[in-house]
């Protein structure tokens, strides 16, 4: 039989923006407190990008050059850049084009691949297949989001929850069966109407009025959305550990999308998961949306050795959710 070729990570890298907006700065904006927030989320304070002129992709080139440092790659040895993101500096042309221009990384083609909250673990799937079929052999995946852009902060549903960064990753191939080793993914549109932004759009251009009745800003009903994320966070889950006759005591990290810490208790109890091996930055960050996974993996690094075994599991709009198991590579 032919020997299979995995996709490994080779380097993580993070960038977070130095501004934060914390819940005591929110109490002063909407009508709402630190406890409330605190209490219902589990978030403390968010970093908003407030450099000007900068998007998505000036986080996401920061978090890959650090990425590509840290795997001893060099820009234009990358084949691919796939780029997870809500947020793009501009509809067209992709973010991707724009952080490999700025990068250097001339040998590279990119696209963005747009997921909501699951835009990083689509987009690490997809990087990996480049990796899994010997087509390339240097392959970076990012998620990056600047949701300050399209939050409104007279909204207290929404502005409480997200925040901007960028995480990154490296993929290069490995003989030994190391990095992505499965992974489920899904989708429903059914659960577009729940949460989703307006305008914008070629259903809806942006106009006078579009602009004056908000349109352009995260619509969200949160109590759908938490009900569908609990059970989809935990039938990812479950599915990914049962095709691979895994169980929860095989895990060492568990790394979910940072919406809410209600929900990813709830998908830990669900699974018998204690506390210690749950991968949490919430607190600090808030919802990043397609950065969430690669700054936790980017904040756990140190704690983690070669041959962990790694679960990443998230739910977003879409709706969109997915597992994938992970063997650390180093
Ligand atoms: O990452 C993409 C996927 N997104 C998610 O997974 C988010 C899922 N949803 C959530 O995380 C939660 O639903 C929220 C954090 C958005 C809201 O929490 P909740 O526990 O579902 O609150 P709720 O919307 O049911 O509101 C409960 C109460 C309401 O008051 P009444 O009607 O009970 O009097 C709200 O008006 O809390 C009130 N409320 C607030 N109070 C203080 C809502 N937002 C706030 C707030 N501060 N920021």
């Given at each position: 039989m032919e020997k299979k070729t995995y996709a490994k990570i080779t380097g993580?890298?993070?960038?977070?923006?130095?501004?934060?907006?914390?819940?005591?700065?929110?109490e002063t904006m909407v009508e709402t407190t630190d406890a409330w927030i605190s209490e219902r989320t589990g978030i403390k304070e968010r970093r908003i990008l407030r450099v000007p002129g900068a998007g998505a992709g000036y986080m996401g080139e920061r978090a890959l050059q650090q990425a590509l440092e840290k795997a001893g790659v060099?820009?234009?040895?990358?084949?691919?850049?796939?780029?997870?993101?809500?947020?793009?500096?501009?509809?067209?042309?992709?973010?991707?084009?724009?952080?490999t221009h700025a990068l250097g990384a001339k040998n590279a083609w990119g696209f963005d691949l747009q997921a909501a909250c699951c835009s990083f673990l689509y987009a690490l799937a997809v990087g990996a297949q480049f990796v899994e079929t010997g087509?390339?052999?240097?392959?970076?995946?990012?998620?990056?989001?600047k949701m300050s852009s399209i939050i409104d902060y007279q909204d207290r549903n929404t502005c409480i929850i997200f925040g901007d960064g960028a995480g990154a990753v490296v993929l290069e191939p490995s003989e030994e069966p190391l990095g992505v080793m499965d992974f489920v993914l899904y989708s429903d549109g059914a659960g577009a109407e729940y949460l989703h932004m307006?305008?914008?759009?070629?259903?809806?251009?942006?106009?006078?009025?579009?602009?004056?009745?908000?349109?352009?800003?995260?619509?969200?009903?949160?109590?759908?959305?938490?009900?569908?994320?609990?059970?989809g966070m935990e039938q990812a889950a479950l599915a990914v550990l049962e095709r691979n006759a895994l169980s929860a005591a095989d895990l060492?990290?568990?790394?979910?999308?940072q919406a809410n810490l209600r929900i990813i208790d709830a998908t830990a109890k669900r699974m018998g998961l204690p506390k210690e091996k749950i991968a949490l930055n919430i607190e600090r960050y808030g919802n990043t949306t397609s950065a969430t996974l690669p700054l936790c993996l980017y904040d756990y690094e140190k704690s983690l050795k070669?041959?962990?075994?790694?679960?990443?599991?998230?739910?977003?709009?879409?709706?969109?959710?997915?597992?994938?198991?992970?063997?650390?590579?180093?």
């Open positions: 993580v890298g993070a960038w977070l923006p130095e501004t934060k907006l914390t819940n005591a700065d929110l060099a820009p234009d040895e990358l084949d691919l850049v796939v780029c997870g993101t809500v947020t793009p500096d501009m509809p067209f042309p992709a973010t991707a084009n724009l952080i087509r390339y052999r240097k392959v970076a995946v990012v998620g990056t989001d307006k305008a914008g759009g070629s259903r809806m251009p942006a106009s006078h009025d579009t602009v004056e009745n908000k349109l352009h800003y995260v619509y969200q009903e949160g109590k759908t959305v938490f009900k569908h994320a609990v059970a060492d990290l568990f790394v979910p999308h070669k041959g962990d075994n790694l679960l990443l599991v998230s739910f977003g709009g879409g709706f969109t959710w997915g597992g994938m198991w992970l063997k650390w590579a180093y």
